[in-house]
């Protein structure tokens, strides 16, 4: 496992064609070293569409970029008669580390459940991808059941498959928070966090638990990052439209506690 070295990942959804993916992380790049931004004390991962994926990690290969490249989701299946469908085969073949599996996008729009959010984890652990899984209530949820009720049960099914020594990443976003611009308050995501810690040590022990990151995601800018990564059990961040400016990206890697 990584240990819970700080993680900032950059969710681009379905934004940036490759010439833009290139640009972005080369100004990326740039920006953080002008800086002079120290590469070991974040790590830094980009999750591109599919269709950028190659030019990103041959970009990141060449320059030796300090960054995990990852992609946005994955087929339950290894290979076969799946129109449209991406193996984890072939992504870890193209060098991806990781994985996001279960975003809310996923679950709203594609209509995956638990089942299929399980499967996909078993599918990213089986090609030696570190799947981010994420778990969170929507604004319904939350004012039925309250914040943790629906991530922990999310995150429960999603853990059936995982074995105790496996790396996982853990997103917690609460889905009423993502793109609103109205983040959770930094008290409320880490009371969630510590829950979902809790799960990680149930379903696969202590040492997973003590070893494991979960990042918050959900509107996180450079404004409140340094809020988020001061609590205990947040590891770092989900980003999705702050990871699309080079400028505001640059400052969330930067956060200062
Ligand atoms: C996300 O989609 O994972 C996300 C957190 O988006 P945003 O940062 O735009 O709220």
């Known amino acids: 496992r990584a240990g819970r070295t700080p993680l900032i ?15 972005l992380v080369q100004k990326l790049h740039w920006s953080l070293k002008d800086a002079e931004h120290a590469a070991d004390s974040v ?6 569409p599919f269709t950028d994926l190659r030019s990103v990690q041959t ?11 990852g992609a946005q989701d994955l087929s339950v299946h290894d290979s076969g008669a799946y129109t449209g469908e991406i193996s984890g085969a072939f992504l870890a073949k193209l060098g991806c580390s990781s994985v996001i599996i279960g975003h809310s996008e996923r679950r709203e729009y594609h209509a995956e459940d ?13 090609h030696g991808l570190v799947p981010v899984i994420c778990v969170g209530e929507t604004a319904e949820d939350l004012e039925k059941h309250g914040a943790s009720a629906v991530p922990i049960a999310q995150l429960e ?5 995982v074995a105790s020594n496996a790396e996982i990443v ?26 979902l810690r809790d799960v990680i040590r149930e379903k696969m022990g202590d040492e997973a638990a003590a070893s494991t990151r979960i990042l918050y995601g959900g509107s996180v800018k450079s404004t409140n990052i340094a ?6 059990d947040i590891d770092g961040a989900l980003v999705g439209g702050g990871s699309l400016k080079v400028d505001e990206f640059s400052s969330i890697i930067r956060f200062q506690k």
């Open 43 to 48: 790590d830094v991962t980009v999750f591109p």
């Open 227 to 232: 809020t988020f990564m001061r609590e205990p």
């Open 170 to 195: 853990v997103a917690y976003e609460p889905v009423w928070a993502i793109g609103s611009g109205q983040a959770a308050t930094p008290e409320q995501a880490q009371d969630v966090c510590a829950k």
């Open 157 to 161: 099914k999603a853990l059936e498959p």
């Open 9 to 23: 990942a950059g969710n681009w959804k379905m934004n940036l064609d490759h010439l833009q993916a290139v640009a």
């Open 59 to 69: 970009l990141v290969d060449a320059d030796e970029i300090p960054f995990g490249v």
């Open 114 to 126: 638990d089942d299929v959010v399980a499967a996909k984890t078993r599918a990213a652990l089986t």
